[in-house]
């Protein structure tokens, strides 16, 4: 149902992307010496990032030009994205149900480029607006939990480059 698509995604992102971001902000942390509390708040902040990049892959993969074969996979493959969780808050559920149709039956007549342009027309609104809310959201909480210095400047400097290579 509609109503379940973007927890649904939000979850898939989590345990996917966020996780595996998690792990890897988690073990510098450790490596690098810090604090439990540290570690924690570096594990929080690796999930937040993790979950907002990959609404950006999903995203650009739409709205992107460069990245439409990636539209095409996730079509292809019937994979519940970022793009459907925004058509499901933005749509009401019986315009989102026939658009699901709409998509299922085009990409069986493998025609995925007329489902993505239509779905990319119901999320241009938004577009990449969330993700972007959340990776600031993620900088501000890494902000409150660390000193200002140049570890932390070089962390949020990162972040704001993996952010623009999805442009």
Avoid at 73 to 82: A, C, I, K, N, Y
Avoid at 131 to 160: C, I, S, T, W, Y
Wanted: glycine share 8%; charged share 20%; aromatic share 6%.
């Amino acid at each position: 149902p509609p109503e379940q698509v973007p927890e649904l995604v939000y979850e898939q992102s989590r345990l996917k992307t966020g996780r595996l971001t998690a792990l890897c902000t988690g073990l510098g942390a450790v490596a690098a010496g810090a604090r439990p509390a540290q570690v924690d708040a570096m594990l929080a902040f690796g999930e937040q990032v993790g979950i907002a990049l990959q609404m950006l892959d999903d995203l650009t993969a739409l709205l992107v030009p460069a990245r439409q074969n990636k539209a095409g996979e996730d079509l292809l493959s019937g994979r519940p994205t970022w793009a459907w969780a925004l058509a499901a808050q933005g749509c009401a559920a019986e315009r989102y149900r026939a658009l699901a149709r709409y998509a299922r039956v085009a990409v069986r007549r493998g025609q995925w480029q007329a489902a993505a342009r239509v779905l990319r027309g119901v999320i241009e609104q938004p577009g990449c607006r969330p993700a972007h809310q959340a990776l600031a959201a993620a900088a501000e909480q890494v902000r409150g939990q660390f000193p200002a210095g140049p570890g932390l400047a070089d962390l949020l400097h990162d972040l704001a480059w993996l952010e623009r290579a999805y442009d």
